[in-house]
């Protein structure tokens, strides 16, 4: 049974840091591309992050590019996403995701089969 539980999310204020981790059960982590999607209030369900097996490739959203990073330790079953200088928009459930058979970092929720329940970001004002 495939399992995926992230943690670090949290209340920051606006121009600060946040690391969340996803940590993998159930299969062999380096063998699957691996994701970051979140959802805000109201909104759909969008792509963060995503990235390759090996970890050397990575792929972000226009919105978060050049201000998140997405990591993967494959010795830990872990993938993170380093989320710095957060702003309001920012805040939403974030949830980690991995895919079955694609083999390649995808920007569509529906590529991924199996989801974490996802960890709360929130800005203060």
């Known amino acids: 049974q495939v399992q995926l539980v992230e943690s670090g999310g949290g209340l920051v204020q606006a121009g600060g840091s946040l690391r969340l981790s996803c940590a993998v059960s159930?299969?062999?982590?380096?063998?699957?591309?691996m994701a970051w999607f979140r959802q805000a209030p109201g909104k759909e369900r969008e792509f963060v992050a995503g990235?390759?097996?090996?970890?050397?490739?990575?792929y972000f959203s226009d919105s978060v590019k050049g201000r998140f990073t997405i990591a993967r330790d494959n010795a830990k079953n872990t993938v993170y996403l380093q989320m710095n200088n957060l702003q309001a928009e920012d805040t939403a459930v974030y949830y980690c995701?991995?895919?079955?058979?694609?083999?390649?970092?995808?920007?569509?929720?529906?590529?991924?089969?199996?989801w974490g329940q996802g960890t709360q970001v929130t800005l203060s004002s």
């Open positions: 995701a991995t895919e079955d058979k694609l083999g390649v970092i995808s920007t569509r929720d529906y590529d991924y089969r199996y």
């Open positions: 159930g299969r062999t982590f380096s063998g699957y591309v």
């Open positions: 990235i390759s097996r090996s970890g050397i490739s990575t």
